[in-house]
């Protein structure tokens, strides 16, 4: 039987939509870490930051205007599990050519752990399949936040931790 009837045939049709109820005129530009964590901070659940770590995405386009701010997981109160196929699929689906990743310390700790350095080493690695920039990891606290740019560590992730 080399003919297959249609009604055998069952697939599920994927589709891509990205809508932005924001002109690209009006998209706030993020040009340094301080303009990235104002946004994130006023954006964040003020009951989650002290509670329990998130980690969240900045989406950019090629100007470094914001597309989008998006969750991409929720874990407990010292540690997140971030699933590399939901960050990249938020990005791809934002059209999004860089992006700035962060996270919360509940603790209000703005020190990068090791295990965050490893997770940001293997999105940076991962990032340059998609043609996609990471720009910075920013740690968010009720406090202030740290800057792996301004810290000089997104450049010397190949260097022991």
């Known amino acids: 039987m080399s003919h297959l009837r249609a009604d ?10 990205y809508k932005s109820q924001v002109k690209p005129s009006e998209r706030m530009k993020i040009t340094t870490s301080n303009d990235a964590f ?5 954006t964040w ?5 002290e509670l329990q770590e998130q980690f969240r995405v900045l989406l950019l386009d090629r100007k470094n205007s914001c597309l989008g701010v998006s969750t991409i997981a929720t874990g407990g109160i010292s540690e997140c599990m971030v699933d590399a ?5 938020t990005a791809l689906k934002a059209r999004a050519s860089g992006i700035i990743l962060s996270h919360n310390h509940p603790s209000g700790n703005k020190q990068f752990s090791d ?3 490893k997770l940001t080493k293997k999105f940076v690695e991962a ?5 996609i920039s990471i720009l910075d990891h920013i740690v968010v606290t ?20």
Do not use: H, T, W
């Open 85 to 89: 196929k939901i960050l990249f699929a």
């Open 45 to 49: 659940d003020d009951g989650k930051l």
């Open 142 to 161: 009720q406090d202030g936040y740290a800057s792996m740019a301004d810290e000089g560590r997104l450049k010397n992730l190949d260097c022991p931790f």
């Open 127 to 131: 990032a340059k399949l998609f043609d």
């Open 38 to 42: 104002k946004l994130l901070y006023d």
């Open 8 to 17: 055998f045939l069952r697939v599920a049709e994927v589709e891509l939509v």
């Open 115 to 117: 295990s965050d350095l």
